[in-house]
């Protein structure tokens, strides 16, 4: 997780995950963190650039290194990545780009990203979900990241509630197991668990949705960012220590990977917002949420899956040892998650 951008950040430090005053412990033979396995991709196969008024920016690959690159550290650059920022067109400004093999530095709507980190408390990203944050380590890149942040629509935005839709459009039935037993406590628990996921449904989207914050900006922005993490720090804390003791209580932890069951990831995933160069149909700049649309098409994982087109997407990055397998379709509407939440 990167710090919010402000003057004292530390490019070595920025992206640790979560700060706590003491160690989170998990049982032996419990999943750790979140349910799905972290990978990394090696490689990539989209090829399509974005382009000016396009509704559906894609991605574009960061081609592999040349065989003799002049310096060792342009074989780890993407194309784009070797530009200063200040150079980049307003076309190149609207690119994705997705590294191919042995790429760790791109840029994502001209702005600088590596992949995060390890940390003590996660090695890896979740499997799924977007690894990447903005690279500050340049003062020129940590300017232009500072440059994307506006209050103002920002809290346009925010008054919209984003969170309350996620909850809303979640999956609210099992697609791989039948419920627990009545009057099981695994039973409860999993009712629990839905419970905490609409009580703190905004932690989760902001967790999705790791903007970056320029803190130093005004006094709303400080105490936002403050929050934020706090926030953010604790809830993590809590949800483990509820997903164990449900399995703890009998519930099976392939229950885990349902999608209806919401995953907190091993690592804060970093939003990129738009250059305000910018421009959508209309020939107006992309609101935030008309981007916000966008990435949670582009990346499902954001909102928990609940984006995807099929239940086989939805459980796609699921660990393979426990063998997750769908319920036949006709029965994928029988049992709710919890009957609580209808």
């Avoid at 997780?1 to 003057?7: A, F, I, K, P, R």
Wanted: glycine fraction near 4%; include cysteine.
């Amino acid at each position: 997780m990167h710090s919010e951008v402000g003057d004292d950040i530390d490019d070595e430090t920025q992206d640790e995950t979560f700060r706590t005053t003491k160690p989170f412990k998990t049982k032996l033979d419990l999943r750790t963190t979140p349910p799905r396995e972290a990978k990394r991709p090696n490689s990539t196969s989209s090829t399509t650039s974005s382009t000016t008024g396009s509704q559906h920016p894609d991605p574009v690959v960061a081609p592999s290194p040349a065989k003799h690159p002049r310096a060792a550290q342009r074989r780890t650059q993407s194309t784009l990545a070797r530009k200063e920022y200040a150079k980049l067109t307003p076309e190149e400004l609207q690119i994705i780009e997705v590294p191919g093999r042995g790429v760790t530095s791109w840029r994502h709507y001209g702005i600088l990203v590596k992949f995060q980190p390890g940390t003590a408390k996660a090695v890896e990203q979740t499997s799924g979900f977007p690894d990447y944050t903005p690279n500050l380590s340049k003062p020129e890149e940590r300017d232009a990241v500072r440059a994307r942040w506006l209050p103002g629509p920002f809290k346009e935005l925010w008054s919209t509630k984003p969170w309350d839709e996620m909850f809303d459009n979640r999956s609210k039935f099992l697609v791989c197991h039948a419920p627990p037993k009545a009057g099981t406590k695994a039973l409860v628990r999993l009712d629990e668990i839905v419970t905490y996921m609409s009580d703190h449904r905004c932690t989760f989207w902001l967790i999705g949705h790791w903007f970056s914050i320029y803190n130093q900006l005004d006094a709303y922005s400080e105490e936002f960012a403050d929050t934020r993490k706090s926030e953010c720090d604790s809830i993590r804390g809590h949800y483990q220590k509820l997903l164990d003791a449900a399995v703890d209580d009998g519930l099976e932890q392939s229950y885990l990977e349902e999608p209806g069951v919401w995953t907190f990831p091993a690592k804060c995933c970093s939003w990129i917002w738009m250059a305000p160069s910018h421009k959508n149909a209309e020939g107006k700049p992309y609101s935030l949420q008309e981007q916000l649309a966008l990435t949670d098409q582009q990346e499902p994982a954001r909102v928990q899956w609940d984006s995807c087109s099929s239940d086989e997407e939805r459980i796609a990055h699921a660990p393979a040892q426990l063998d997750l397998r769908l319920l036949p379709e006709a029965d994928r509407h029988r049992y709710l998650v919890p009957k609580k939440f209808p």
